[in-house]
């Protein structure tokens, strides 16, 4: 089993940044990918980023290429998304999700594909 624990989150004006860090703890020698999603009231879950944690491999949403950045630090078990030039429309309630072990290529952006999620950490942007 592995718990995640997302920090970082809180209000910041449009322009500004923020960083999330999520961190791992348990059984987290087989990690293999992590991943941030977002979710804002009435919307579904939206895939943000993702990282293979052994390559170090990035995936990124359409909506947040060039301004988000997803990083790892393994030795600490800990992932982090770097968000700059924030806009309102980034509002939402951020997940951490943990893919615990390698079962063939991966979809970073299906929910489905993680096995474990953190509580979430909220971000609000004001414009």
Not at 3 to 16: D, I, K, M, N, T
Not at 23 to 48: C, D, H, I, L
Not at 91 to 110: D, E, I, K, Q
Request: charged residues 20%; positive net charge.
């Amino acid at each position: 089993q592995v718990q995640l624990v997302e920090s970082g989150g809180g209000l910041v004006q449009a322009g500004g940044s923020l960083r999330l860090s999520c961190a791992a703890s348990g059984r987290t020698f087989s990690n293999y990918a992590m991943g941030w999603f977002r979710q804002a009231p009435g919307k579904e879950r939206e895939f943000v980023a993702g990282i293979v944690l052994g390559n170090g491999r990035t995936y990124y949403g359409d909506d947040v290429k060039g301004r988000f950045t997803i990083s790892r630090d393994n030795a600490k078990n800990t992932v982090y998304l770097q968000m700059n030039s924030l806009k309102p429309e980034d509002t939402a309630v951020y997940y951490c999700a943990v893919r615990t072990y390698f079962r063939g290529t991966l979809s970073p952006n299906t929910p489905n594909e993680y096995d474990s999620w953190g509580q979430g950490t909220q971000v609000t942007v004001s414009s």
